[in-house]
């Protein structure tokens, strides 16, 4: 068996919270999350999702930093920023393409996710897939993962040009091999969209 | 007197709910001189393994308990928070008594139970027995469950009994008891993830029972085809196979409808019905003009829906289908659920791996809270206090004679109701917050205002306890030894992890206190909460929730054991009905016919929309320990409306804009949420608000006439915009029912 992974299935995403309440209590940042939980468009409809990092192959928040504050372990972690080196210049907040980092302004540091590092060094899962009720977010090794779903887990990814490969993976549906990302406007007029599928209302068309 | 003592402004000054956020000691890391206690959730019916970590006698944080096998380590964020609150600031730690004009000031333990004795005393000498009741919960162990109705029918010789479990299962457990003859989920969870179609109504699970939602995607990634029943598209409705937006109360509409196609398209096991049910052609003639038309109206869905939920259900090799306080909570609460078991039965699909049944107990011990003996017509091991065999074993079991047993009691709503038109004069609580989770909040609180003493046993000041005369402070579940029996009917063990502070007590000892000194102290001298459970398991011997095979050693060894387990040695029984062997003393199950009906109060003109009020994951019922953790309320910090875009259009409401919802008894001032994702005819305000922020200030107290369920998911509102309250409890803080 290979060694275990970390995988998002957004699909499963009930919203929870478990996961930004349980973040707060790893032991290398308790009393702060790091975890990032999107609700997506309540208007719309219920879908959220969580955001950890991603702890990219070629992680960019590192390649913009100026002070050289952010390193990866040779596991593949990328970790929050180094207190002496970080100047808080945020960089790596505007650059990650999957919005990860937080400056931290009372400490005056970015931070983030290191995926409970403390835990998952020793052999433990992190402190959020640990406990997600959905398993929206699972730690475990990839041919568990093979064998108890439909999905298939893909890490790579394009963001218009930009080619990113990640540690952690994304289940997507099988035809997938890569997300591709497109710049999409971001107010588009809702005559664009799609009749939304999600609107109880257009369900019950025909009834009294 | 049973009048609060000052204005609730000042009452919150000092007793909160404030928030707790940072726990004992700091945010410290593990250390190595902590020790984790294996023990489980305290909120909910699905009973999470957790283990708290303590140090110095204090509970310092959690750390996930993957061994256990319900939810192997998974919690939501109730779960990951519950540790907060021990150590909190708010945590009563005397015994206190109400001081007119003042608040409430700490007493003696002695004067506090000479005060409760004498009063008990004085009322039940000048009124009657009756006059005094007991309100207990369905959050204490089995111990303390099975101690409260011994503590009523010996030591009070009270006929009204009743428990906050007749706001949860009882429509489900009565449904059950008819169809099935017993009263529990029929299955393990572990089948869930083994059905090929999954029906569940009137659970919003994502919300109220989190951990399933896995073993339902679990069984959604094996193939199985999903349909919900919901008013609202609730997160675990999203991605349903078939979604079905039910109108509140036309959830038998649905059933009957499926069940008219199944017999017309020959989607029944017809052997197993003739082996193993009675009552079948009855109930296929009821459903007979069940057409998906008129199905359809009664339902307030398209009739193409419910053919679809029959042919999604009918021809599946397995099923399973679950139902929660969506479909229960209705003046015809029985019949929905019947309805519902109606189309299990009917497939044969019961009893069997990847088949079953189960309705989503709401409360931590929501199911073994309903079995001890709490409940106004009922003795331990789900015994019946009107049959005069178990009333004998009953009170051989605790050395009594079978005369000075009382008879069948109040339930909760008629209780209140007496207590309101002066037949009950002394009330002792427990575990019940009845200001804010009972319906019509306003005359609950005119109700209390009617005693002439009060009691309540709690560990925090709940907005019920501000209107007693005498709280005793008691123990929270981390603080006592014990046993629950989760959402499967798996009973699992508590463990202590910490003493009371200061002076409070852990509850079965106040209990047993009180009835020592009204002269009934062989009774109730147990040494510890253990000998209690031995006692229990002897009065469950041969009732239908037994558990004499079970001892807390058997517990810890073995993760929980499923009742009926009869025999020390036997294996308990994860899943019931095998071979198609049912409760009943025919040994099959009994099918029930079921017809629709109105519920008590429909939308008309004066009042045209409809109100229904659930949870939200963060908070848990009435709020007396979830609204005085920081992180928890934070997540949802206040009540709110959700209403469709085309409803707020026609009232001229944005999202964020106040809303006034008003019925016919009160109003509620929150937030419009303004989504796509609920009928347009219909609004939602979740209810774990206290004050002008409760739901239940609108909700209809009529109740189903077998379960005695309240209707709180069905009743007339109007809407209209308002200005943002600035009175004196909108001025508090959010978590005691203030607006923001």
């Known amino acids: 068996m290979s060694e275990a992974a970390f995988f998002i299935d957004y699909s499963r995403c009930i919203g929870c919270e478990a996961c930004v309440n349980a973040c707060a209590e790893c032991d290398t940042h308790r009393g702060t999350s790091m975890i990032h939980l999107e609700t997506i468009e309540r208007r719309e409809s219920v879908q959220t999702a969580p955001q950890i990092c991603m702890h990219c192959e070629d ?52 931070m983030k996710c290191d995926m409970c590092y403390d835990r998952s060094s020793v052999g433990k899962k992190p402190m959020c897939a640990t406990v997600c009720p959905s398993g929206a977010l699972t730690y475990t090794s990839m041919e568990e993962i093979q064998r108890t779903r439909q999905g298939i887990p893909v890490n790579s990814w394009k963001f218009g040009a930009e080619e990113v490969k990640t540690k952690v993976y994304v289940m997507v549906p099988r035809e997938v091999t890569r997300v591709e990302i497109e710049l999409v406007q971001i107010h588009t007029t809702p005559s664009a969209l799609p009749n939304d599928p999600y609107d109880v209302a257009l369900m019950l068309e025909g009834m009294e | 007197m049973a009048k609060l003592p000052v204005e609730a402004p000042e009452l919150v000054r000092v007793f909160g709910p404030t928030l707790h956020r940072v726990p004992a000691g700091g945010w410290s890391r593990t250390t190595e001189d902590e020790k984790l206690v294996k023990t489980h959730c305290c909120f909910c019916g699905q009973q999470c393994g957790i283990q708290l970590r303590v140090q110095d006698n204090k509970v310092v944080g959690f750390e996930p308990w993957e061994d256990f096998p319900f939810n192997r380590g998974k919690l939501c964020p109730k779960g990951v928070k519950r540790y907060m609150q021990a150590e909190h600031p708010d945590r009563l730690k005397h015994p206190i008594q109400r001081v007119e004009g003042a608040g409430f000031e700490a007493i003696s333990w002695d004067f506090a139970m000479q005060r409760v004795v004498g009063e008990i005393q004085r009322i039940q000498s000048t009124y009657g027995k009756d006059a005094f009741a007991v309100l207990t919960g369905a959050s204490l162990t089995n111990e303390k469950a099975y101690l409260m109705g011994k503590f009523a029918r010996v030591a009070l010789q009270t006929a009204n009994i009743d428990y906050n479990g007749r706001l949860c299962m009882v429509s489900a457990g009565a449904a059950s008891k008819k169809v099935f003859g017993m009263d529990r989920s029929a299955n393990p969870w572990s089948d869930i993830p083994k059905a090929k179609v999954i029906l569940a109504a009137g659970a919003n699970i994502a919300e109220c029972a989190p951990i399933t939602t896995d073993y339902i995607w679990q069984a959604r990634e094996n193939g199985a085809k999903l349909i919900i029943l919901d008013p609202r598209m609730t997160p675990i409705a999203r991605n349903a196979d078939l979604f079905i937006p039910v109108r509140p109360g036309g959830d038998i509409g649905v059933f009957n409808g ?49 053919v679809k939920a029959a042919e999604l259900w009918g021809p599946a090799p397995t099923s399973f289908l679950m139902h929660a306080r969506g479909i229960e909570h209705h003046t015809k609460g029985v019949d929905n659920c019947m309805a519902a078991i109606n189309l299990v039965v009917a497939t044969g699909r019961i009893g069997r791996e990847g088949c079953g049944y189960a309705m989503i107990t709401g409360q931590g011990n929501g199911q073994g809270g309903r079995e001890q003996g709490q409940k106004c017509d009922q003795l331990p091991g789900s015994r019946d206090i009107s049959n005069p065999e178990h009333r004998k074993y009953i009170a051989g079991v605790w050395g009594v004679e079978e005369a000075s047993l009382p008879q069948k009691g109040l339930s909760a709503i008629p209780l209140v109701e007496a207590i309101h038109a002066g037949k009950i004069k002394g009330l002792v609580s427990i575990c019940f917050n009845p200001v804010v989770s009972l319906p019509d909040a306003n005359f609950v609180r005119e109700a209390l205002e009617k005693l002439e003493f009060f009691t309540c046993i709690d560990f925090f000041l709940s907005e019920t306890a501000r209107y007693a005369d005498v709280v005793l402070a008691g123990s929270l579940m981390e603080e006592d030894e014990g046993t629950t029996t989760n959402v499967e009917g798996r009973v699992i063990r508590h463990r202590k992890a910490v003493t009371p502070p200061v002076e409070a007590r852990e509850d079965w000892k106040i209990i047993c206190e009180i009835a020592g000194r009204l002269g009934y102290a062989d009774k109730f001298s147990y040494p510890s909460s253990k000998e209690i459970f031995e006692e229990l398991r002897i009065a469950s011997k041969g009732g239908v929730s037994d558990y004499y095979g079970m001892t807390w050693d058997r517990l810890d060894e073995s993760n929980g054991l499923f009742w009926p387990c009869p025999e020390v040695g036997h294996p308990g029984t994860p899943r019931l009905y095998e071979n198609g062997k049912f409760g009943h003393p025919d040994g099959r199950a009994h099918f029930m016919p079921v017809e629709w009906r109105p519920s008590d109060e429909m939308p008309d003109e004066e009042y045209p929309v409809i109100l229904t009020t659930g949870r939200v994951v963060s908070q848990f019922l009435s709020g007396t320990q979830t609204r005085r953790i920081g992180a928890l309320v934070d997540q949802t910090s206040q009540p709110f409306c959700e209403m469709h875009p085309r409803l707020a259009d026609k009232y001229g409401i944005g999202d964020g804009d106040f809303v006034k919802v008003e019925s016919r008894r009160g109003n509620v001032v929150v937030h419009a949420k303004v989504v796509k994702t609920i009928r347009p005819d219909t609004v939602f305000v979740p209810y774990h608000w206290p004050l002008d922020r409760s739901a239940n200030n609108c909700t209809n107290r009529a109740i189903d006439p077998v379960s005695n369920i309240p209707e709180f998911k069905i009743c007339a509102v109007r809407l209209s915009k308002a200005d943002q309250p600035t009175d004196s409890i909108a001025m508090l803080e959010v978590q005691a029912g203030g607006v923001r």
């Open chain 1, 59 to 110: 992680p960019i928040c590192a390649q913009v930093c100026p002070a050289d504050a952010i390193k990866k372990t040779p596991d593949g972690v990328v970790q929050s920023s180094l207190k002496p080196r970080c100047i808080g210049c945020s960089n790596c907040v505007l650059s990650c393409p999957f919005g990860v980092p937080k400056y931290m302004s009372g400490i005056d540091q970015m």
């Open chain 2, 258 to 306: 499926m069940l008219h196609i199944l017999i017309e398209r020959g989607w029944i096991d017809r052997k197993f019905i003739e082996e193993h049910t009675t009552g079948f052609d009855q109930l296929a003639e009821s459903v007979k003009k069940y057409t998906p038309e008129y199905s359809s109206k009664i339902a307030g869905v398209p009739a193409e829906m419910i």
